[in-house]
């Protein structure tokens, strides 16, 4: 069974960090993009950040460049996003997400349930 779980959010003042990590199973983890999404109040699902399958590669959306760093533990099948100096924007459910993209994998999506993040005073 694929599963999918996010840890680590919470409320934290403006200009704090939190640590977010995914522990995934029930797949071949190393095999998989895995990206961290998010979801304000009222707003669209987004892309945050994301690892290539062996960690030698990540992207990044616009707004969290220079704060937000994303890395992956194979060994632990786990990915981390780790947020500093986070803004009030920075509200939202963040979401694990591992993606295929060659095969026998191609197309395979997973989400976890998302964890809550509060950037507030």
């Known amino acids: 069974q694929v599963q999918l779980v996010e840890s680590g959010g919470g409320l934290v003042q403006p200009g704090g960090s939190l640590r977010l990590s995914c522990a995934a199973s029930?797949?071949?983890?190393?095999?998989?993009?895995m990206s961290w999404y998010r979801q304000a109040p009222g707003k669209e699902h987004d892309l945050v950040a994301s690892?290539?399958?062996?960690?030698?590669?990540?992207n990044y959306t616009d707004s969290v460049k220079g704060r937000f760093s994303i890395s992956r533990d194979n060994a632990k099948n786990t990915v981390y996003l780790q947020m500093n100096n986070l803004k009030p924007e920075d509200t939202a459910v963040y979401y694990c997400?591992?993606?295929?993209?060659?095969?026998?994998?191609?197309?395979?999506?997973?989400w976890g349930k998302g964890t809550l993040v509060t950037v507030s005073s």
């Open positions: 690892i290539s399958r062996a960690g030698g590669s990540t």
């Open positions: 029930g797949f071949t983890f190393s095999s998989y993009v």
């Open positions: 997400n591992a993606a295929g993209i060659t095969l026998p994998n191609y197309g395979l999506n997973y």
